[in-house]
């Protein structure tokens, strides 16, 4: 059975931090291109950030860039996002998104972050 488990997600002051991860199995996740999505309340998807099958590339959306970074450990098949400097405006649930180089793509079931005094 394929998983993508997201976790670290929960209640931040602004200008905090926090690191999400998102724990994979059920498929070869080497061999996965991964992505973090997020779905602000009342909003639709926005693409966050996403990272190769090897680690060595990455790209953010323009309203993360500096602020967060995405990484991946292929031996512990984890996905991790490191938030900094948060907003307000990054409350909101972020989801763990796995594609395959011939399309076949896996989503987890999300975890709440909340940016808030």
């Known amino acids: 059975e394929v998983q993508l488990v997201e976790s670290g997600g929960g209640l931040v002051q602004p200008g905090g931090s926090t690191r999400l991860s998102c724990a994979a199995s059920g498929f070869t996740f080497r061999t996965y291109a991964m992505s973090w999505v997020r779905q602000a309340p009342g909003k639709g998807l926005e693409w966050v950030s996403g990272?190769?099958?090897?680690?060595?590339?990455?790209s953010y959306a323009d309203s993360v860039k500096g602020r967060f970074t995405i990484s991946r450990d292929n031996a512990k098949n984890t996905l991790y996002l490191q938030m900094n400097s948060l907003k307000p405006e990054d409350t909101a649930i972020y989801y763990c998104?796995?594609?395959?180089?011939?399309?076949?793509?896996?989503w987890g079931q999300g975890t709440q972050v909340t940016v808030s005094s």
């Open positions: 990272i190769s099958i090897g680690g060595a590339g990455t």
């Open positions: 998104y796995a594609r395959s180089p011939t399309g076949d793509e896996y």
